[in-house]
């Protein structure tokens, strides 16, 4: 097994390691179990014709101000709060 260094957040580090302990782990084995769950529960079943983000075809038909696209950041904040 090879030795691997990460940096954690020293909340999450806490929250990890509290958790491990209520588990009955290490902190070491909590999070090799964390990372084998989380490669075990992808889903990589779905296809291109099945993706949210290849099917959306919405389009907005709306007007907009015609530099949305380059100010997209600061105009779409401004709607937001505008509602």
């Not at 097994?1 to 588990?23: C, G, H, Q, R, Y």
């Not at 907009?64 to 505008?82: C, F, I, Q, R």
Request: hydrophobic share 35%.
């Amino acid at each position: 097994m090879e030795n691997t260094a990460i940096m954690l957040p020293d909340k999450l580090e806490e929250e990890a390691f509290e958790k491990a302990v209520s588990m009955g782990m290490t902190l070491e084995q909590f999070v090799l179990h964390a990372v084998r769950q989380t490669l075990n529960s992808r889903n990589d079943s779905i296809t291109d014709d099945e993706d949210p983000f290849w099917t959306d075809d919405a389009v907005f038909e709306g007007r907009v101000p015609e530099d949305y696209s380059a100010e997209h950041d600061t105009l779409g904040n401004k709607y937001m709060e505008t509602g």
